[in-house]
């Protein structure tokens, strides 16, 4: 039994991931599961043998051993019960996205600097070590100059009552291209479309286009309609490229050393003949196989023992809130370009 006391908060979905993770986490207790359904946090209790079951979150909140709370309920209730955890002096892991708007964000951004806690985001994905090989690929140069992100993110279910799917998915490809690029390479634009083809009351396809600071262009095509899944990103690059197949354990990350170059210009006629193709050979890194959420937990805990703030820090969830919030603007009126606004981390 560790000695940081954690409780989770939500016990549908995801909530059992986090609880197996930290229960595994040698340096963590998880002390209380609340969920407003108490027979089904009483069910994920039991299997974790967490002895204290609740669908009061004062509860936790009065329980001096509890530390940190991580949240893995519906978005629209993120706010309300990381202020509650905050002001009752608990850090908090929150489940991405961080909020239902820009605006209750920063106001949960702020309030956590306010009172000195920890928030951190569960952006899972940049803790895999996938994602993490393809930021040091990316940041040390490898690639060249980076010319696109293009992301196919689609599955046949998990419908969502409360957001659409852009709202659902599209924050694991922004906090991965947050975490990926160069800190001064951010989203400038974004223009997003959508349809509601089964009559959800919102969008279960979508497209979104995101231009960056650097002048790449990121696509990302959201399905939960697709027969199929597929999880694969694709980013190019001036000298390589790569292929990131999460669904492919065994050879998850491919970089080629292929590419296109324009030659002269001066001769408009000819420019077909001069551009040269280069397509060399690919190469597939060996990648540590540990679970994304291990490293989200112990990154939680680190952060709570240590006060240094994590990784995916509360701006991160500010600046993917800021795209999400600029597209949904953008899918509001039909595709239009929307400008993201800028978030500055400490302000
Ligand atoms: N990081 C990831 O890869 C990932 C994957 C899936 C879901 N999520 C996120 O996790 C969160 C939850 O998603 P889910 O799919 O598990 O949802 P879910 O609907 O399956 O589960 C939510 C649970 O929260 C409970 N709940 C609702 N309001 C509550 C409240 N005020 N207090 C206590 N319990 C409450 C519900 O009873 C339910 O059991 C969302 O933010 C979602 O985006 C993240």
């Excluded at 292929?258 to 193709?277: F, I, N, Q």
Aim: net charge negative; with cysteine; proline share 4%.
């Amino acid at each position: 039994m560790g000695q940081t006391g954690i409780a989770v908060v939500g016990a549908g979905y995801w909530g059992p991931n986090l609880v197996r993770n930290f229960t595994a986490d040698e340096g963590c207790t998880v002390r209380w599961v609340c969920d407003l359904d108490t027979e089904r946090a009483a069910r994920l209790a039991g299997r974790f043998g967490v002895e204290r079951v609740t669908s009061n979150l004062d509860d936790v909140l009065g329980d001096s051993d509890v530390s940190g709370v991580a949240i893995a309920t519906p978005v629209g209730t993120h706010s309300a019960i990381a202020a509650a955890c905050f002001d009752a002096g608990k850090d908090v892991l929150v489940e991405k996205p961080l909020a239902d708007s820009l605006d209750a964000g920063r106001t949960l951004v702020e309030h956590a600097q306010s009172v000195g806690a920890i928030l951190m985001i569960d952006h899972t994905f940049c803790y895999t070590s996938s994602v993490r090989r393809i930021q040091e690929i990316v940041r040390s140069g490898d690639l060249g100059f980076v010319q696109y992100y293009d992301s196919v993110r689609i599955n046949l279910g998990l419908v969502q009552a409360d957001v659409d799917v852009m709202w659902d998915l599209s924050p694991h490809d922004l906090s991965i291209i947050d975490f990926i690029m160069p800190d001064d390479v951010v989203p400038v634009s974004v223009s997003a479309v959508g349809s509601d083809p089964i009559g959800v009351g919102h969008a279960c396809v979508a497209y979104l286009t995101v231009h960056l600071s650097n002048g790449a262009i990121a696509h990302m095509h959201l399905n939960w309609l697709s027969p199929v899944k597929v999880r694969s990103v694709m980013i190019g690059g001036s000298d390589r490229m790569l292929v990131w197949d999460d669904i492919k354990p065994a050879q998850r990350l491919s970089i080629y050393d292929a590419g296109a170059d324009l030659g002269d210009m001066s001769e408009p006629s000819r420019r077909e003949a001069l551009v040269a193709y280069r397509i060399g050979d690919m190469v597939a890194p060996a990648l540590p196989e540990v679970e994304a959420l291990t490293r989200v937990a112990a990154e939680f805990r680190n952060s709570i023992e240590t006060r240094e703030g994590p990784e995916t820090d509360g701006w991160s969830g500010l600046r993917v809130l800021a795209v999400l919030d600029a597209a949904q603007r953008s899918l509001n009126e039909g595709g239009a370009s929307v400008a993201v606004p800028a978030i500055e981390a400490g302000t």
